[in-house]
Each structure stands twice: as C-alpha cells, then as structure tokens.
C-alpha cells in the first residue's frame, strides 16, 4: 500500500487542522490505517488507528477527546482531524497501514506501509 500525507501547517494553540492520507493499492481483512508522531529526539509515538473493516477505532490517552480518525472510501482516504490543539502537539505526523494483531495496534514497528511525514506546528 501506497500513502500520502498532508494536511499539516502552523495553527495556534487551541485551533484545528484535518490531516489526510491518500492510499493506493488493496487493504482487506483486518488493515489498520493509522497515524504516529515523531519529534527531534523522541520515538515515534503512537496518535490513533482504524480498523478499516470494523471502523472501530483506537487513541493515544493525549488524543482522546480531541483527535479523530475517519475514512472516506470513496477517495481512499483516511483522516485525521485535530482539535483544541496544544503546543505539546507539535511533531512530525505519519500516517501507516498493516495489519498487526489487536495487541499490537499501538505499536509502530507492526505497520509496514508508511507516508512521508507532514509537520504539525502548535504555536503558543
């Protein structure tokens, strides 16, 4: 599977933005469709994931509440629409798509397609 980011830019503290990530190629059974973050000198953490055939979907406790994931079959399409964004927010987002066990959906090493990354900016 093929990804492509975009979407991030600079906002203010307590603004929004929607990020998208474009898929090509066949997802089936149980894919996940998720996004990570990374900042300079930190691991890649994990944000949120969809499994695309239930629609269920999974948060990061600094997500819930305030980050969505969504998908558009149509346009292949996943989202991630943030709100109330924080300073804390800022990083490098990822989108990512595999199929790791449901003990595992949290961990970026079980996804095996990845986009480039798009840069959110949280300003104070």
């Known amino acids: 599977v093929q990804l492509q980011a975009s979407g991030g830019g600079l906002v203010q503290a307590g603004g929004s933005l929607r990020l998208s990530c474009a898929t090509s190629?066949?997802?089936?059974?149980?894919?996940?469709m998720g996004w990570f973050r990374q900042s300079p000198g930190k691991e890649r953490e994990f944000v949120a994931t969809m499994n695309l055939g239930s629609r269920r979907t999974y948060y990061a406790d600094s997500a819930k509440g305030r980050f969505t994931i969504s998908k558009d079959n149509a346009k292949k399409t996943v989202y991630l629409q943030m709100d109330s964004l924080r300073p804390e927010d800022t990083s490098v987002y990822y989108c990512a798509a595999g199929r790791p066990i449901l003990s595992y959906i949290r961990e970026s090493t079980y996804y095996r397609d990845w986009g480039q990354g798009t840069l959110v900016t949280v300003s104070s």
């Open positions: 190629g066949s997802t089936f059974g149980d894919y996940y």
